[in-house]
């Protein structure tokens, strides 16, 4: 059983950054496929990113990429998104997921973890 924890959510006024970081415990790493998930108000999940524990192989939704970057930490067992030129459109709930399937990465149904998930909010 992996547990997520997210923190590092807020507010902020488009052009500025935020770093989101999601703790992971028990369970074993090795294998694991960790993401970000977002949720605006009135929509259906999404994908935003993901990365392999292992070997850090990462992938990105086309409309994140070039401003968000996920990386992860392996002494401290935790995954950060950066998001930089932030806009409107980027406000949500944000989730990380955790999983050990290996299919298709952009869809929820692949992760077993979820962590509790974090607002970030983006003002013109």
């Known amino acids: 059983q992996v547990e997520l924890v997210e923190s590092g959510g807020g507010s902020v006024q488009a052009g500025g950054s935020l770093r989101l970081s999601c703790a992971a415990s028990?369970?074993?790493?090795?294998?694991?496929?960790m993401a970000w998930f977002r949720q605006g108000l009135g929509k259906e999940r999404e994908f935003v990113a993901v990365i392999t524990w292992a070997v850090g192989w990462t992938y990105y939704a086309d409309s994140v990429k070039g401003r968000f970057t996920i990386s992860r930490d392996n002494a401290k067992n935790t995954v950060y998104l950066q998001m930089n030129s932030l806009k409107p459109e980027d406000t949500a709930v944000y989730y990380c997921?955790?999983?050990?399937?290996?299919?298709?990465?952009?869809?929820?149904?692949?992760?077993?973890?979820w962590g509790q998930g974090i607002q970030v909010t983006v003002s013109s």
């Open positions: 028990g369970g074993t790493f090795g294998t694991l496929r």
């Open positions: 997921a955790g999983g050990y399937k290996s299919g298709t990465y952009y869809r929820p149904g692949e992760y077993d973890y």
